[in-house]
């Protein structure tokens, strides 16, 4: 199974992309320019250079969402409509991961504000635009954060807060999600609670600037069901 990071060059995105290849999923980086996405690859090879990391590669987007059998969708709000739009044709029947967070930033706010979008949520907008594709998307990885991705390699102790409309689908998400060491993917039910999920990141964000902290996150407890893993 190959993982494809859609926009996987920002700090997010290649987060994402060293954690799964450490755990030894292939995974593809994706970047608007192939230039830039081989660039990044190259140096988080030599940054990690205790690791093998000869199972993570970089394309251009519209390569890496066809040659990915799932896809991970990591830009600004701002770009997200873009390059859903850019990579439509290849999201047949597939997966997709959409970890987009409608922030105040994108239009030159604060980072713990949200805006709410027409569609709901990020998730369900991407949803909207793949209408018709097959592809089965789920809101995942909007609670965890950069800085706890880039610590490696430390465990990290968040939860993954996930929704989507298929059960199979978020099933598959999750045996993902789980191979980064500290992880527990909890699934919230349909790809509308996608709206409660992203509001949670300006939460964490403002405790994280409240605090001084880089690692705030985020644990489910007391739900028996979660206890029997």
């Given at each position: 199974m190959k993982i494809s990071i859609i926009g996987g060059t920002g700090p997010q995105g290649l987060g994402i992309a060293e954690r799964l290849a450490i755990a030894g999923l292939d995974v593809i980086v994706g970047s608007r320019k192939e230039e830039k996405a081989l660039d990044v690859v190259a140096k988080a090879k030599e940054d990690l250079a205790d690791y093998d990391l000869s199972n993570m590669v970089g394309m251009a987007n519209e390569d890496a969402a066809r040659e990915g059998d799932v896809l991970i969708i990591t830009v600004p709000l701002a770009a997200q409509k873009p390059t859903v739009e850019g990579i439509k044709e290849f999201c047949k029947d597939k997966i997709v991961m959409d970890a987009t967070v409608p922030l105040e930033t994108a239009i030159g706010g604060k980072p713990f504000r949200f805006i709410d979008l027409m569609e709901g949520s990020a998730a369900e907008r991407t949803a909207s635009i793949l209408e018709g594709t097959g592809a089965k998307v789920i809101c995942a990885f909007c609670n965890?954060?950069?800085?706890?991705?880039?610590?490696?390699?430390?465990?990290?102790?968040?939860?993954?807060?996930?929704?989507?409309?298929?059960?199979?689908?978020?099933?598959?998400?999750?045996?993902?999600?789980?191979?980064?060491?500290?992880?527990?993917?909890?699934d919230c039910g349909i790809l509308e609670k996608a709206r409660i999920i992203e509001k949670i990141t300006p939460l964490l964000i403002g405790l994280n600037i409240k605090y001084k902290s880089h690692y705030g996150g985020l644990r489910i407890t007391g739900i028996p069901a979660l206890d029997k893993d």
């Amino acid at each position: 199974m190959k993982i494809s990071i859609i926009g996987g060059t920002g700090p997010q995105g290649l987060g994402i992309a060293e954690r799964l290849a450490i755990a030894g999923l292939d995974v593809i980086v994706g970047s608007r320019k192939e230039e830039k996405a081989l660039d990044v690859v190259a140096k988080a090879k030599e940054d990690l250079a205790d690791y093998d990391l000869s199972n993570m590669v970089g394309m251009a987007n519209e390569d890496a969402a066809r040659e990915g059998d799932v896809l991970i969708i990591t830009v600004p709000l701002a770009a997200q409509k873009p390059t859903v739009e850019g990579i439509k044709e290849f999201c047949k029947d597939k997966i997709v991961m959409d970890a987009t967070v409608p922030l105040e930033t994108a239009i030159g706010g604060k980072p713990f504000r949200f805006i709410d979008l027409m569609e709901g949520s990020a998730a369900e907008r991407t949803a909207s635009i793949l209408e018709g594709t097959g592809a089965k998307v789920i809101c995942a990885f909007c609670n965890i954060s950069n800085s706890h991705l880039a610590n490696i390699p430390e465990d990290i102790d968040c939860d993954c807060l996930i929704a989507g409309d298929d059960n199979d689908a978020k099933a598959t998400a999750a045996e993902i999600i789980d191979k980064i060491p500290g992880v527990k993917t909890i699934d919230c039910g349909i790809l509308e609670k996608a709206r409660i999920i992203e509001k949670i990141t300006p939460l964490l964000i403002g405790l994280n600037i409240k605090y001084k902290s880089h690692y705030g996150g985020l644990r489910i407890t007391g739900i028996p069901a979660l206890d029997k893993d």
